[in-house]
């Protein structure tokens, strides 16, 4: 009326907006102070689907105690999406106020505003960010999506940081605890309401809870949408709070995970005074798991070996396996003792072996597998003994192996060749990895994690192939990109030179010996007698910068040095021998060619 022309104003970014709700014949009028949701910090750049919002992030954190924990601990969120809880999390750690970034308010063209005491504000926020960044803890966050770690790392930089917050691509199988003092776990999985169906989100919360077994003494938070999903996780939650994540009900499940350590403070043997012998095993025992622990601690080794054969008086070996369900099961291989011994004698020491161990882990013998390992005369190392069927899961470098403790004298995961495997996880980027004599597969998962382009796995066994796929598909990995091949490896070798196949990264690692009939009627393998034909070929086969690793565990093994004069093959057998099995320094012989090209 007094200018003849309408105000300037932006809805969307008014200098004052005038709220007025209506209910019947009354109306509530308020000026909104704020000018946005309170929840928008400034900092959100990139987001991904069904992104948590910021003060629903903070009220988890809160709720989960972090402010204390991050007096002393660190925080990791092994699904950070586009990063919102990490980014909260490390505003709260670092004394950030939540609205610094804010550019603009609705109170700033309030006439009652005072701008001379908003910036001594702003300045004591200022202050207080550069301390609390001086004391901030450790603030880790990861994701399977390069999209949303791209994502995260945008709004972490937008924030101011992209430094002191570690950002990375992971998949959730690999996470495992830093080193350090405990700290905290908070996640927001995936429910199935929106971005992943039922079932994928239910075997998502299982391998979420076999992953947080492994945080011992940490806490964790789990923010899930559903109370089947909640108990997918296998664990049980100290505290439940109730929130809504918009219009979806949630539940925030508080875990504390025990401290104790695998197996150190087991029960001590009941009756030690009627047994000597096996006390003493008992004291050995120990001083292993003693000796072990550190590098079990720092490597994550939940499979190892824990005795071999140390006392004259017990010439075994017990082999230790800690499931992703926190179980622990002790498999014990005799060797077969000469026929001077007596075999009264004898069969009472290894009940006595057993008791002690079922002692020493606090297990009960149900989970002890007791095997008599002979010296194989004609028939392949991979006999069945028995058709229990039963599988368990055990997790090595985040990598998910299947192991079955009954059914045959090996148990699918040969615990020697870990660091073997570790360093095919650490050469496979970006190449073409083929596995030679596969077995079940393990050294394929390890290339498959390590970023193979493609896998190639050759053994004759249906059987193996078949625990091969499984052990594929446990970590994700299937199609055409992944391939099981029943084949004779000399056969096969032979017709991929025809087919001019190359690949960048070779693993032979061939039994001891074969006299399978599926090699051939009269046919044999002798790997003293083939390897020079079996590592020419499989050279043969190698790209330009191609890597080969020949592996034997022939303990009377003798490389063919002049027949092979040419290759380059470097010995890297004490370089493979993972501390465990410092004793039997040739439990395996193992070469490598390429590796400096």
Not at 127 to 155: F, I, K, W
Not at 369 to 374: F, L, P, S
Not at 536 to 550: E, S, W
Request: proline share 6%; hydrophobic share 40%; charged share 25%.
């Amino acid at each position: 009326d007094q200018s003849g022309a309408r105000p300037p104003v932006d809805p969307a970014a008014p200098d004052i907006r005038v709220n007025i709700h209506i209910l019947r014949d009354r109306a509530a009028v308020g000026i909104d102070l704020s000018g946005d949701s309170l929840h928008r910090r400034g900092w959100r750049k990139e987001t991904t689907a069904a992104p948590l919002k910021e003060n629903l992030a903070a009220a988890v954190l809160l709720r989960a105690g972090w402010p204390e924990i991050a007096a002393g601990g660190g925080f990791i969120d092994p699904m950070c999406g586009s990063g919102t809880l990490v980014i909260e999390a490390a505003m709260i750690a670092a004394d950030i106020a939540p609205g610094l970034l804010r550019q603009r308010w609705g109170f700033t063209a309030w006439r009652g505003h005072d701008p001379g005491l908003w910036q001594k504000l702003l300045q004591e926020a200022g202050e207080r960010r550069r301390a609390g960044l001086a004391r901030m803890p450790a603030v880790c966050g990861s994701d399977r999506d390069p999209a949303a770690v791209r994502a995260a790392r945008a709004n972490a930089a937008a924030v101011g940081l992209a430094e002191p917050i570690r950002i990375s691509r992971k998949d959730l199988a690999a996470l495992s605890p830093p080193g350090g003092p405990p700290g905290l776990v908070a996640v927001n999985p995936p429910y199935g309401e929106r971005i992943e169906d039922e079932s994928a989100a239910g075997e998502l919360h299982r391998l979420l809870g076999e992953r947080l077994k492994k945080f011992r003494g940490w806490r964790a938070a789990v923010l899930t949408g559903s109370p089947e999903l909640g108990r997918a996780i296998g664990l049980r939650a100290k505290k439940v709070h109730s929130l809504m994540n918009g219009a979806i009900p949630c539940r925030l499940l508080h875990f504390e995970i025990p401290a104790q350590p695998l197996g150190e403070r087991g029960p001590r043997l009941s009756r030690p005074e009627a047994d000597p012998g096996a006390e003493m095993f008992a004291n050995r025992l120990r001083k292993n798991l003693k000796r072990l622990r550190k590098w079990r601690e720092r490597e994550q080794v939940a499979c190892f070996r824990a005795y071999d054969a140390d006392l004259p008086e017990y010439n075994l070996a017990l082999d230790v396996y800690e499931d992703t369900g926190g179980q622990v099961h002790l498999v014990v291989q005799e060797y077969e003792p000469p026929a001077t011994v007596d075999a009264r004698a004898a069969r009472a020491r290894l009940r006595g072996a057993v008791a002690a161990a079922a002692g020493v882990f606090g297990v009960g013998e149900e989970r002890i597998v007791v095997k008599v390992r002979r010296r194989q005369k004609g028939k392949n190392q991979y006999e069945r003994l028995a058709a229990s069927g039963e599988f368990h899961e055990v997790n090595e470098s985040g990598c998910l192996f299947l192991v079955n403790f009954r059914d045959y004298l090996d148990t699918g995961l040969f615990l020697d060749h870990r660091p073997t495997r570790k360093l095919i996880m650490e050469l496979a980027q970006g190449r073409d990895f083929l596995n030679l004599f596969a077995y079940t597969g393990t050294a394929t998962v390890a290339a498959a994690m390590g970023g193979a382009r493609s896998t190639t796995s050759v053994d004759l066994s249906n059987t193996y192939l078949a625990w091969a796929r499984r052990n594929l598909e446990r970590n994700g990995f299937r199609g055409d990109s992944h391939l099981l091949v029943r084949a004779d490896c000399l056969r096969w070798l032979e017709k991929a030179e025809r087919e001019k196949r190359r690949y960048g990264l070779i693993f032979l690692d061939p039994p001891s010996f074969s006299a399978s009939k599926k090699i051939g009627k009269g046919k044999k393998l002798d790997i003293q007698r083939d390897h020079p034909r079996l590592i020419r070929a499989a050279a043969r086969l190698l790209t330009p910068d191609g890597i080969l690793i020949f592996s034997t565990n022939l303990r009377r093994f003798r490389l063919a040095a002049d027949e092979l004069a040419g290759l380059g093959l470097e010995d890297i057998s004490r370089a493979t021998l993972p501390p465990d099995f410092a004793r039997t320094p040739r439990i395996h012989r193992c070469w490598i060619r390429g590796l400096g090209a």
